[in-house]
């Protein structure tokens, strides 16, 4: 089945810095996403990116599905950025999300 | 406004009980999913459903049971066969499965056994 895997699994910042984060997925891949949980738990998509590159504010993605990955790219870094970020792909069966184990994000003032 | 809503927020059951969480959307959509989050493991798919009157097993179904009789409800009932419920569940819909975008998320349920 596709597997999708995120690095690095905690990252911590001051408020301002910039940062990267990771998705590897295995197998071919058309519809890819990213999320944000916020620490209430409430879940975010962020960006659908099966290909190419969005920008959203301080946030953009870029995904190379050539090459079966993606980053999420965050700006100049707020308090509210932190939470857990996912990247989910369709299942091979194309009927739901498959999801990482998420990326925990913490940025102090 | 339209949006999913999950109830019970927070739901404290005795082992040996069977319990339900409800997830009700008037978004008109006809896919409707459930996952549990566990720290550090990320949204594993329990259940989801495709259409009314459908509902097909996820990667970790065993212990969990659904039905969907009505096209805005998706009630999860965790049974005694669960071995660990202790976990946060939520509830997604989408206009149909497959498409892979236009998911939305209900706020959770955070279930733990005592």
């Known amino acids: 089945g596709i597997q999708v895997e995120q690095s690095p699994p905690d990252l911590i910042l001051q408020e301002g810095a910039n940062s990267t984060l990771r998705c590897n997925f295995s197998d071919s891949v058309n519809n890819l996403q990213w999320f944000h949980q916020n620490p209430w738990g409430q879940l975010i998509n962020l960006f659908y990116i099966p290909s190419g590159t969005k920008q959203n504010g301080r946030l953009s993605a870029t995904t190379v599905a050539t090459e079966r990955y993606s980053l999420l790219y965050i700006s100049s870094s707020q308090t509210t950025d932190s939470g857990v970020y996912f990247c989910?792909?369709?299942?091979?069966?194309?009927?739901?999300?498959?999801f990482g184990k998420g990326t925990t994000l913490s940025v102090s003032s | 406004d339209g949006g999913i809503t999950q109830s019970p927020k927070y739901l404290f059951r005795k082992e040996g009980q069977n319990v339900t969480l409800s997830c009700e959307q008037n978004?008109?959509?006809?896919?409707m999913y459930w996952y549990r989050q566990d720290p550090g493991q990320g949204l594993r798919l329990i259940y989801y459903?495709?259409?009314?009157?459908?509902?097909q097993k996820g990667d970790i179904a065993e212990g969990y049971s659904v039905s969907r009789e009505k096209k805005e409800s998706f009630p999860l009932t965790v049974t005694s066969a669960q071995k660990n419920p202790t976990a946060f569940y939520l509830c997604a819909s989408s206009i149909r499965s497959g498409l892979g975008y236009g998911y939305t998320f209900g706020s959770g349920t955070r279930l733990t056994v005592v």
């Open positions: 989910a792909a369709i299942n091979q069966a194309g009927t739901a999300l498959i």
């Open positions: 459903s495709q259409i009314v009157n459908d509902f």
């Open positions: 978004l008109n959509h006809d896919a």
